[in-house]
């Protein structure tokens, strides 16, 4: 069953590689799937995290299989390899989030990825590129759901990762966490292809949900609901 996975996953990378090196050249935009080593990419692991695509716009690059991965230190994922960056806001509410010993434990071996790889000053840019949208989107969907079947998935952002991933959700009938007021919801709990999905505000913006009181709630829920899924 591993070397059948392994294959799989190898069988992945090569087709990413071949259809983002041709669209790539083509748009003139870098492009990457992971922020995280390749040695995480485990069957069944125990979280995935993933956004909508990378910040910045690179000219195009031609990868191989062993450069779809953007680890500071070949080891960690983005959030853990930038703990002491400051200058990048993204990982600050995910490290408290998961801060308590057996949630940083998870995060450590998160698979943490991009739902569209190419690169963009801002996601709504890649509106004028449908084609990298449809190519990535159709990849990543078969990463997920048919290689790697994580036992949960963490999307960052309301709106563009689950629109591409085809994820239907309510704010409201859907929201496992609310603000105190009760006015937004915080955290949205929905199963899709028998896996448990929780959609946040992205955390590089939305300050006000994600500091202070309303990240002490998540925080408490995302330790409630893994105790529950890895029964730790």
């Known amino acids: 069953m591993e070397n059948l996975f392994e294959e799989k996953l190898q069988l992945w990378l090569e087709k990413v590689v071949e259809q983002c090196n041709t669209l790539g050249e083509k748009i003139n935009l870098d492009y990457y799937p992971f922020q995280c080593a390749k040695s995480s990419l485990k069957k069944n692991v125990d979280l995935l995290i993933i956004g909508a695509n990378p910040g910045g716009q690179n000219p195009f690059k031609k990868r191989n299989t062993e450069q779809l991965f953007n680890s500071v230190d070949g080891i960690n994922n983005a959030y853990i390899g930038e703990a002491n960056n400051d200058r990048w806001k993204i990982n600050k509410p995910i490290l408290e989030i998961f801060k308590e010993p057996k949630l940083y434990s998870v995060l450590e071996k998160a698979i943490v990825m991009n739902t569209v790889y190419f690169g963009t000053v801002k996601a709504i840019d890649l509106s004028t590129r449908k084609e990298a949208i449809e190519c990535c989107k159709e990849l990543t969907k078969e ?90």
């Open 143 to 232: 990463f997920i759901y048919e290689i790697i079947r994580p036992k949960a998935v963490l999307i960052l952002g309301l709106k563009n990762a689950p629109n591409w991933l085809g994820i239907k959700y309510s704010t409201t009938t859907d929201s496992i966490l609310r603000t105190t007021n009760n006015l937004t919801g915080l955290v949205m709990k929905v199963n899709h292809n028998n896996i448990p999905h929780y959609i946040i505000h992205h955390t590089s913006m939305n300050f006000k949900f994600n500091s202070g009181e309303n990240l002490d709630l998540k925080r408490e829920i995302f330790q409630k609901e893994f105790e529950t899924i890895l029964k730790f």
